[in-house]
């Protein structure tokens, strides 16, 4: 049967559910997340949260909510028809909020469109020199801390700090502020988090702090000394679309800013950190890689697939509907559950197996309106900085699993992965 025919609804089963979340929490569920998709998806397509909300498993019926109209992300509106709104009231949510991520049509569209496809295939050509140049640089760090110790930490010479100096470029942000940049992102991506803890919501508030400030003042840099770069070109259009209203163009261009900053560190850095470690940790792939490097770009898609940075993402209902067989109310909130879904065998058969010429399907980057302004950016720096990796490094290895946040369950954080030759 295909994968829209073998859909099924909803088993409630409280117990069960909580058990997998807190395995996922755990060292052990963090670095082998396999059983819990399979133990999720043995209990329906659509599983029942024990807040209320679901748990969307499978391929296909992940796809129907990314891609359908009848789903929204939950904009300002949505937050304020809550019975309790106070979760939605903290700073650190309400600045995400006003996002790309978390807003709808016809604001999200009218943003969407100003900017294009900001990464498309000529705009990446024209910096593949510069890409290079920064893996190459970065790995001649990665040489010489092997050199003087005999390992390296993969995450902190690399992996973290490509994607910072890409777009920190791209976007005219001096070196010396990345370290911060990356700092406070950390910490503000607890604010995401599917239930954040006090101390999770205080971390990222403060963190929210900073980044206002950083971000506002390096808007209003960038007013005072135009140059030629992409946050001189958001200052003129949205300046042009809000002629009588600055406060509401400031507001536009310090969310595209900030959002487009923070949204690509550490899932960028992840994919990279796992790219690097599935292409290397078996010599014989890493041999073969070398001998068939058009298979990179296969191996990069793999690693989206088995691996994905983001765990999981939310969306609502914007009418009563029916999702895989069960009811869903009007304003109920479903969240999508990325690896569960690309570990779907109805869409990938034998998932669990990590194989560079599998061809199958993902939908790491998303579907629909939302689908990820980065992809292409983040593919293009994990394609260079693998083909450096197996050029430079023949054996190359890493020394064990990589590390990783434990109470992070949206977004993935690598944050550690040793490495040695």
Sequence with gaps: MTAVGDIRGTINDRRAVISLLRHLRSAEGQT?????????????????????AYFVTSFEACSQVL???????????????????????????????????????????????????????????????????????????????????????????????????????????????????LDFAHRQAYAQELLPTKEQLALAGRATLEMREFFGELIRDRRAHPGND????????????????????????YHLTMFITIASLETSAVLLTNAVRFATEEPARA??????????????????????????????????????GTPIAKDTTVHILYGSAAHDPRRNPDPHVFDILRGGGHITFGSGPHYCLGAALARFEAREAIAQVLERFPTLRPVGPPSYDNSRLVFRRITSLKVTT
């Design 32 to 52: 082998d997340p396999l059983p819990v998709w399979e133990g999720l998806r043995a209990l329906g397509d659509v599983v029942r949260a024990p807040w209320g």
């Design 230 to 253: 992409v946050l001189t070109g958001w200052i003129h259009h949205w300046d042009a679309q809000y002629p009588h209203d600055p406060a509401a163009a400031a507001r536009v261009i």
């Design 67 to 181: 891609r359908g109209r009848n789903w929204l992300v939950p904009d300002f509106a949505w937050q304020e028809r809550q019975p309790d709104p106070r979760r939605w009231q903290e700073p650190a949510t309400q600045e995400l909020t006003g996002t790309l991520s978390r807003i709808n049509a016809p604001t999200h569209t009218c943003q969407r469109r100003a900017l294009g496809n900001p990464f498309d295939r000529a705009t990446l050509e024209g910096m593949r020199p510069r890409i290079a140049a920064l893996v190459s640089g970065l790995l001649d760090d990665l040489e010489e801390r092997l050199r003087a110790d005999g390992e390296a930490d993969f995450v902190r010479t690399v992996a973290e700090l490509l994607p910072v100096r890409t777009v920190g470029e791209w976007l005219g942000i001096p070196e010396e502020h990345h370290a911060h940049i």
């Design 287 to 324: 041999d073969w890689l070398r001998a068939h490097p058009e298979h990179i770009e296969d191996l990069v898609e793999e690693t989206l697939r088995y691996d994905p940075p983001v765990w999981l993402n939310s969306h609502v209902a914007a009418d009563d509907t029916v999702l895989a």
